[in-house]
């Protein structure tokens, strides 16, 4: 999927915590998600990808994890795309990338390989670290190759990897510094890999002797694997370097040019970010720019010149969250936002509770305003033909964004302090309750807003006539 991805480092962020975020862009605005808690499982099992047909041998004790699948996974693959596992162990996937072909003609794409449909399923399940996530998945990929280019990133407490997988069995992992963020746009981003330093890269084997013995390196002092692997032509310049560029500058990096070929992987940010920093980037459309689509004052060929982050396309957004200044038990935080996300907020789910609340966990075909993918869609219909006359209501002191963070930031430390009381089964309990309970109020904020929404929408019709009331009157 064309998406967009966001790491920030445990001393990059101002709690301390790990962040990986997403955008998952599918390839139609209308593919509706759920999001739902998949229970521990002490039996084998056996996934089938409704995509490549693949049929993958899962082991026992499967740990209970958080996932967004398609609803109609039948027709669409399942796609579970992101979640955290019952050890606080969080993924993502997956960022598709592509390699050049060179690469691609000497280890092509496996077709009945293991895809993006699958890789959250028979992974984040079964890992107990981000390490060990690089190192499980690496081996399923020696095994059943790999269907797509994938971008997966993985973190626990401690550690940010993110892994490229750009051929049919060929990839590298990097361990993301603790003081550094990362924007990643559907490119082979990974760059200089040091093979003397295993405790910062992985990586599959065979890959130097692949590279060397067909000459693919074009650096003879460094194993840049973006060169190697990646592209570098006119659709990564107008589709995913501007993005990185934006992100990159909001996160405080000096980045000149949006079409630069050389954007660093990752970067040291100029302040301390919060997670509604994180969110800010994957709900912007190149804000304050000449390049903003939905702007009314600037050129239309710079409004339609690059393809922005925000997406009406957009299926769900997650940023996953493991926080280092709370108990383990509720360490755990899931941010989902059913978007577009220019237009709807981040809502909490714990990791650590049985189910996340109803409205998310049973989303249907047709549309229902009552499930929270369709009313986040409803939002958007609503607001978007009427943009700057209606973005007061958004994003106004009072309007609905920020209304909504300052009341998902205070349910959070209302559901700490209470939390932080329990534990074992009973934590599990209330953390259950507290899911479903949290998203109900901020449905409630969302319900009211679509009226607000309406009521100014109708005073907008250009099915009006100003009266003179003096000349009724004569």
């Known amino acids: ?74 027709i669409h693959g399942q796609f579970g795309e992101c979640g955290i596992n019952s050890e606080n162990v ?12 060179q690469v691609l003609g000497l280890d092509p794409l496996v077709s009945n390989g293991i895809g993006e449909d699958a890789l959250l399923s028979i992974v984040l399940p079964f890992i107990h670290s981000a390490r060990d996530g690089v190192q499980y998945l690496g081996k399923l990929i020696e095994k059943y190759g ?48 040091d093979f003397d330093d295993s405790s910062r890269f992985m990586w599959a084997p065979g890959i130097r002797e692949f590279v060397e013995e067909n000459h693919l390196n074009p650096d003879p002092n460094e194993f840049n694997f973006r060169h190697i692997f990646g592209t570098s032509n006119s659709r990564d310049r107008c589709y995913n370097t501007p993005r990185v560029w934006f992100g990159q500058r909001y996160l405080g990096h000096i980045a000149f040019s949006p079409t630069s070929n050389d954007l ?19 709900s912007s459309h190149y804000n304050e720019t000449i390049y903003d689509p939905l702007a009314d004052n600037t050129p239309k060929d710079d409004r339609t010149k690059f393809r922005p982050i925000s997406m009406a ?8 969250e493991i926080r280092n200044n709370v108990p ?55 607001i978007q033909p009427s943009y700057n006359e209606m973005k007061s209501l958004l994003n106004g002191l009072d309007g609905f964004l920020p209304t909504a963070d300052q009341l998902t ?16 089964q009973k934590l599990i309990q209330y953390l259950t309750k507290a899911n479903a309970a949290n998203a109900q109020k901020v449905l409630d904020l969302t319900h009211k807003t679509v009226g607000n929404l309406v009521k100014h929408e109708l005073t907008l019709s250009r099915l009006s006539f100003s009266i003179n009331t003096d000349r009724l009157q004569s």
């Open 1 to 74: 999927m064309a998406c967009t991805t966001v790491l920030v480092g445990k001393k990059a962020n101002i709690a301390g915590s790990t962040i990986i975020a997403r955008n998952c862009d599918a390839e139609v605005c209308n593919v509706p998600v759920k999001f739902v808690v998949v229970p521990a499982k002490s039996e084998k099992q056996t996934f089938h990808s409704y995509v490549t047909g693949l049929d993958i041998p899962l082991p026992e004790n499967a740990l209970r994890y958080q996932m967004a699948p398609f609803v109609d996974y039948k």
């Open 90 to 101: 969080a993924m993502s996937a997956t960022e598709s990338l592509y390699g050049n072909p």
């Open 146 to 193: 790999s269907h797509e280019g994938n971008g997966i990133a993985f973190s626990d407490k401690d550690e940010v990897w993110y892994m490229e997988i750009p051929t049919g069995h060929y990839w590298v992992a990097e361990k993301l510094d603790d003081d550094k963020a990362a924007v990643v746009a559907n490119q082979v981003s990974l760059q200089d890999i």
């Open 264 to 282: 660093d992987f990752s970067f040291k940010p100029d302040r301390k970010l919060k997670r509604e920093d994180v969110g800010y980037v994957l």
């Open 313 to 320: 396309r957009c299926a769900e957004s997650h940023i996953l």
């Open 328 to 382: 383990a038990g509720i360490a755990g935080i899931a941010w989902i936002n059913f978007a577009p996300t220019a237009f709807n907020p981040y809502v909490p789910f714990y990791a650590n509770a049985n189910g996340t609340a109803p409205e998310y966990e049973n989303t249907t075909d047709a549309y229902d305003s009552n499930e929270a993918y369709w009313l986040s869609r409803t939002v958007a219909a609503l």
């Open 409 to 424: 930031n205070h349910l959070v430390h209302q559901t700490d302090l209470e939390a932080e009381k329990l534990s074992g």
